[in-house]
Structure formats: structure tokens, C-alpha cells
């Protein structure tokens, strides 16, 4: 579990499973959805649905939930792109727009960051996003992170194509910005 004020990063816990459901699976077109790889489909379905499988998602390593004053308002997670290089990939998504614009995506991946170097070996840490997403890359900017490549007109999205946008950060220019701060860390 990490902290930032009225900010955590901690994993999923069974209480949070209904809040998740809600937040990702209640709605056929979700607003978070615009901004969240909208060029891939995304389906509702029941909570009974969901809860076969939601039991996987509880105590990850790799899966938590990001919560604002103890509520649950979004994921943040990492996924390998490739396991022989460790080329690790990162990824939030906050799911109500009265969240978006406030910071807390920065905050929450900072701690995010900071968890991956302080507990895994990696020396580099990599976010993908799409050009259409303006807000995640400048987050992304934000936290010292470098633009990798562009691949050009490769997401398809409302009659416009976009490009994919791979950003990435080295543990040196991560340790160089100062960023890993012990005082964010609660065990």
C-alpha cells in the first residue's frame, strides 16, 4: 500500500469487487471508455458474470485499486510485454470524469512508479497510450517519462485514425528526478 495525502494505491480486496463491477462493467458505453483504447470493444455484463472470475483479481501484485478518501475510483496496473527482456508496461485508468483533470492519475502513477522500481528488477518502466489521449501523455511527461515511438495511424477511432504513443522511463533518470521517496511508502 502507498499513500499521498487522501490518495492510495493498495490491491484489490473482495469489498471492492461490487465497486469495480459498477465502475467497469455496469455500463455498455462507459465515459472512461472514450480515453481507455476506445478502438477496442468493450461489453457490459452481470455482476454474476463478473464475480466468477473476479476472485483472480483480489491481492495481485500487478492489479490494485486507486482510492480517493477510502473510496474506490480506479485500477492501476502493470502487464509484460515481453518476459524474457522484462520490457514491463504500466497502466491507469480512473472511471469518472468529476476525477479527471485533478491530478490524481499523476500522483497515483508516481506511486505506481515508485512501487515497480523499489520491488521488481526492472531498469525500465513503459506506458502505451494512443495520440488521441492527450491528458495520459502529458501525465506521462509529467513523471519524467521520454516519447519512445510513434507508430502512426495504427488506432482506428470514430472515422480518424491516431497514432500509438509509447513513452518510457530508466530507473537512472527515474533515481535522478528524486522521485522514489520513502515517505510515500505504507507497509
Known amino acids: 500500500m502507498y499513500r499521498d495525502n487522501d490518495l492510495t494505491i493498495r490491491p484489490i480486496e473482495e469489498q471492492d469487487l461490487y465497486r469495480l463491477w459498477e465502475l467497469i462493467y455496469k455500463d455498455d458505453t462507459p465515459e472512461w471508455k472514450k480515453w481507455d483504447a476506445p478502438y477496442f470493444p468493450h461489453s457490459s455484463k452481470p455482476y454474476d458474470e463478473f464475480i466468477e472470475g473476479a476472485d483472480s483479481w483480489i491481492n495481485q501484485e500487478d492489479f490494485w485499486v486507486i482510492t480517493i478518501n ?43 512508479m515508485n512501487h515497480i522500481f523499489t520491488t521488481l528488477p526492472q531498469v525500465r518502466v513503459g506506458l502505451t497510450t494512443w495520440s488521441g489521449n492527450y491528458r495520459m501523455i502529458r501525465v506521462a511527461e509529467k513523471l519524467g517519462m521520454q516519447l519512445e515511438a510513434r507508430i502512426r495511424k495504427v488506432r482506428y477511432y470514430e472515422g480518424k485514425y491516431y497514432d500509438s504513443i509509447r513513452m518510457g522511463i530508466l530507473r537512472e533518470e527515474w533515481e535522478s528526478l528524486n522521485l522514489m521517496k520513502s515517505s510515500d511508502t505504507v507497509n
Not at 515481453?82 to 492519475?105: P, T, Y
Open 70 to 112: 477510502d473510496t474506490v475510483c480506479g485500477i492501476i496496473s502493470y502487464y509484460f510485454e515481453v518476459d524474457q527482456s522484462k520490457w514491463l508496461e504500466m497502466g491507469i485508468v480512473l472511471h469518472e470524469a468529476h476525477n479527471w483533470g485533478k491530478g490524481i492519475g499523476t500522483r497515483a502513477l508516481k506511486l505506481w
